[in-house]
């Protein structure tokens, strides 16, 4: 027995399988320890669970609709994540394969007032160091 699927249930779809991929990929970019069996695990049951296979039924367009939408968010954050590095004049490639920046001039600060972020691709104790011009 076919049902009737809407534009609206395939635009959700997609949008919900975009959100879940960004968030994917940010917590994978930006984990503290290294990567294990059980985070694999954990993803799958994330990503096939019982959850979403009861909202988007398996062989159905709403489940294609949500893997099409999970492809887009995760592979979409890595697409923005190179346009800001490409854009970004104290970053290159270089970034992507070990951190690597421009030091930032002594003529820019953080603010006390504004709320500092944890260090990126963390676990590195020398990331947190604070460089020149920068307060913590």
């Known amino acids: 027995m076919a049902t009737e699927i809407s534009t609206l249930q395939m635009l959700g779809a997609i949008g919900f399988g975009a959100l879940v991929g960004w968030y ?5 970019r930006y984990r503290r320890a290294e990567v294990q069996l059980t985070d694999l695990v954990t993803l799958i049951g994330v990503l096939g669970g019982g959850v979403i296979l009861t909202v988007f039924p398996e062989s159905t367009d709403l489940f ?8 887009i968010g995760f592979f979409g ?4 994540l190179l346009a800001f ?3 970004s004049p104290n970053f ?3 970034w992507f394969l070990d951190g ?12 006390d007032e504004v709320a500092k972020t944890v260090s ?3 676990g590195n104790k020398e990331d947190e160091k604070p ?6």
């Open 24 to 28: 994917v990929y940010y917590v994978n």
């Open 64 to 71: 294609g609709a949500y893997g099409i939408g999970l492809a």
């Open 77 to 80: 954050y890595f697409i923005a």
């Open 85 to 87: 590095v490409a854009h």
């Open 92 to 94: 290159d490639a270089d």
């Open 100 to 111: 690597r920046r421009k030091k930032v001039p002594d003529t820019h600060y953080i603010p």
């Open 120 to 122: 990126a691709m963390g």
């Open 131 to 136: 460089q020149a011009g920068l307060t913590r």
